[in-house]
């Protein structure tokens, strides 16, 4: 069966520090990945997708970036955490358009 | 642009009642509807979902959703609420063919009260 990791589950940076997310997913090859950010228990903004290794479409213009070095291996990075980057931030996997299998996410606070 | 829209910010139903979560979509073409769950502090989990067939799909932990295409609505249902279904549940549409951006609803909180 499928897994899918995160880590770490939680993140307490000040401003201005950089940010490495990673997600991993065992038991399927090829996926699309996905990361994205839920802002006060609600709403999901996707970042970032990804449908094979190197390829990155960004969805919203902002100070994250997304890199996928290895078929199962997906990074969300920063270099200058700003206030607003605070959120829980969730990756995804799936196969074209059908449903997405969700991490247990991980909890970003900018001090 | 393909849009979900959920209309109830909450949802409150006694235990042992049926309960209803609404969804209307926008999208061109055929859709692929979703249905997923979130707990506090968890990701997303995903219950059941709708590409071809017959309009009531069955899913995950008895729930049930019914495809109206006139309507275009894809509401979540469950005959009998458990308190343990309390939750915010997310529904999410995508068009078919290829690869397609799913977009998802701003989710519905479920209190189930005992």
């Known amino acids: 069966s499928q897994t899918i990791h995160q880590w770490p589950a939680t993140l307490v940076q000040p401003v201005g520090s950089p940010l490495s997310l990673e997600c991993t997913v065992e038991?399927?090859?090829?996926?699309?990945l996905y990361w994205y950010r839920q802002a006060a228990g609600r709403g999901l903004q996707l970042l970032f997708y990804?449908?094979?290794?190197?390829?990155i479409s960004s969805e919203v213009p902002q100070n994250l970036s997304a890199s996928r070095p290895q078929d199962r291996q997906f990074i969300l990075s920063s270099k200058k955490l700003l206030l607003s980057d605070s959120g829980f931030y969730l990756c995804?996997?799936?196969?074209?358009?059908?449903?997405?299998?969700f991490g247990p996410g991980t909890r970003l606070t900018v001090t | 642009a393909q849009s979900v829209a959920q209309p109830e910010d909450q949802v409150k139903v006694a235990e042992g009642n049926p309960l209803t979560v609404k969804c209307t979509y926008s999208?061109?073409?055929?859709?692929?509807l979703f249905w997923y769950v979130q707990y506090p502090n968890r990701g997303l989990q995903f219950l059941l979902k709708?590409?071809?067939?017959?309009?009531l799909v069955k899913g995950s932990y008895g729930f049930e959703a019914e495809f109206n295409k006139s309507q275009t609505s894809f509401h979540l249902k469950k005959p009998s609420a458990l308190v343990s279904d309390s939750a915010l549940y997310f529904c999410?549409?995508?068009?078919?063919?290829?690869?397609?951006?799913?977009?998802f609803g701003t989710g519905t909180k479920l209190q189930v009260i005992p």
């Open positions: 990804s449908v094979g290794i190197g390829q």
């Open positions: 038991g399927t090859s090829n996926p699309n």
């Open positions: 999208v061109s073409g055929n859709p692929y």
């Open positions: 995804a996997w799936g196969r074209r358009s059908y449903e997405q299998y």
């Open positions: 709708y590409i071809t067939g017959d309009n």
């Open positions: 999410a549409v995508s068009g078919s063919g290829g690869y397609q951006k799913v977009t």
